[in-house]
Each structure stands twice: as C-alpha cells, then as structure tokens.
Nanobody
Framework: QVQLAESGGGSVQAGGSLRLSCLGA????????MAWFRQVPGNARQGVAV???????SYADSVKGRFTISRDNAENKLYLQMNSLKPEDSAKYYC????????????????????WGNGTLVTISS
C-alpha cells in the first residue's frame, strides 16, 4: 500500500522559512518522480516543484530561486526548503508521486499524480 505523509507546515511571517518533509512507503521510491503541489480551497492544484530519482529538478516560476526540492532515496524522504516566503505561498502543501511533468508558460504541470499525502498547511502572514 502506497503511503505518503507530509510534515513541517506552520505559520510564519513573510520573509521567513519553512522546511517540509514527506516520507514515502509501499513502493519502489526511486522509480518515480516526486513532487510538491499546493492547493488553496476553491482553487486548482498548483505544481510547485518536482525531482527525478537522479536529483534533477524543475520548479514553477513563482517559487524558483526561493524553494528547493530534494530527496533522500535511501530513506524514501522528500523535502521542500521554502525561503523568502510570501503571503501568496499560503496553501496546503502535498507531496505526490507523479509519472511525468512539463513546464508550460512558467507553470509546472504534473501528470499521472496517482498518490499524495494528506497535506500540511502553510500560512504566511504579511
């Protein structure tokens, strides 16, 4: 059974930092891209960052230069280091297993998102 569990969300002021973590289990971790997406109630899911098993990464333009995705394949862990946070980064953040992705007009589009966790809430105050 595939399981993904996020942690590390919280409330910080604009300009602050947070580090999200995700632990995966129940599948061959290195066979998949891993990604973070975020969602605000009533809005569509927004791809944030994705990482391949070899460590190559892609980001949405809105977070590029501020967020860093990384993974520890030995521990089945995924991370998202978020710096210089802005109020518009407030959302529930999910880690996900994805089959592929592309960057279209600065947006990170995730395909084959078949498993994701329950999410962790990030709130940024101005």
């Amino acid at each position: 059974q595939v399981q993904l569990a996020e942690s590390g969300g919280g409330s910080v002021q604009a300009g602050g930092s947070l580090r999200l973590s995700c632990l995966g289990a129940g599948y061959t971790y290195t066979s998949y891209y891993m990604a973070w997406f975020r969602q605000v109630p009533g809005n569509a899911r927004q791809g944030v960052a994705v990482i391949a098993s070899d460590g190559s990464t892609s980001y949405a333009d809105s977070v590029k230069g501020r967020f860093t995705i990384s993974r520890d394949n030995a521990e089945n862990k995924l991370y998202l280091q978020m710096n210089s946070l802005k109020p518009e980064d407030s959302a529930k953040y999910y880690c996900a297993r994805v089959e592929s992705f592309e960057v279209v007009g600065g947006s990170l589009v995730l395909y084959g998102v078949d498993y994701w966790g329950n999410g962790t809430l990030v709130t940024i105050s101005s």
